[in-house]
T-cell receptor, first 113, second 111 residues
Framework: NAGVTQTPKFQVLKTGQSMTLQCAQDMNHNSMYWYRQDPGMGLRLIYY???????DKGEVPNGYNVSRLNKREFSLRLESAAPSQTSVYFCASRLPSSYNEQFFGPGTRLTVL | QKEVEQNSGPLSVPEGAIASLNCTYS??????FFWYRQYSGKSPELIMFIYSNGDKEDGRFTAQLNKASQYVSLLIRDSQPSDSATYLC???????????FGKGTKLSVIP
């Protein structure tokens, strides 16, 4: 049981390049999330998927797209990376209870030059 | 705009002392409250959650909730150097899929 996994761990992009961050969970959770964490800004929600087949915007969705490929996998795509997207990206999944406990993957550290 | 406020710290306590971490929130409809621990360079780890007024204890950790004052705290008894980390407070409302996080308090336990 690996929990929440993310790939890659590190990535450097040039401005304008595109890439997809991958996330998978093996806990049979319905809901999955993408956050970014920046110094002094805390964790901010980019997009989430309440269940397979649905996605919704969070606090900072501009510049990103997501795909809920199946129950296990939730990917985040940057179509044209900008230096402002330099951040640490965390994927999380939610325990199927009423209290909204979320469990995080190890993160992807992205630098856009 | 839902807000969760935490003192950024750093909060320094000697080994063996009680560390007290505080969090206030703006949305009176908030239902559940979470404490995450985040070591430097690592991902947040859920350590406790609370949803009823009062205290909830788990080992050396106690979460305290006062909904009337919109205040939640985390006490760490017998603090250890391994407790040195950033502690994130998060809240959610009934039926919501989203958590709102505070910016975290950095705790340093001095041997």
């Amino acid at each position: 049981n690996a929990g929440v996994t993310q790939t890659p761990k590190f990535q450097v992009l040039k401005t304008g390049q595109s890439m997809t961050l991958q996330c998978a969970q093996d806990m049979n959770h319905n809901s999955m999330y993408w956050y970014r964490q920046d110094p002094g800004m805390g964790l901010r929600l980019i997009y989430y998927s309440a269940s397979e087949g649905t996605t919704d915007k969070g606090e900072v969705p501009n510049g990103y797209n997501v795909s809920r490929l199946n129950k296990r996998e939730f990917s985040l795509r940057l179509e044209s990376a900008a230096p402002s997207q330099t951040s640490v990206y965390f994927c999380a999944s939610r325990l199927p209870s009423s209290y909204n406990e979320q469990f995080f993957g190890p993160g992807t550290r992205l630098t856009v030059l | 705009q839902k807000e969760v406020e935490q003192n950024s710290g750093p909060l320094s306590v000697p080994e063996g002392a009680i560390a007290s971490l505080n969090c206030t929130y703006s949305d009176r409809g908030s239902q559940s409250f979470f404490w995450y621990r985040q070591y430097s360079g690592k991902s947040p780890e859920l350590i406790m959650f609370i949803y009823s007024n009062g205290d909830k204890e788990d080992g050396r950790f106690t979460a305290q909730l006062n909904k009337a004052s919109q205040y939640v705290s985390l006490l760490i008894r017998d603090s250890q150097p391994s407790d040195s980390a950033t502690y994130l407070c998060a809240v959610t409302t009934a039926g919501s899929y989203q958590l709102t996080f505070g910016k975290g308090t950095k705790l340093s336990v001095i041997p």
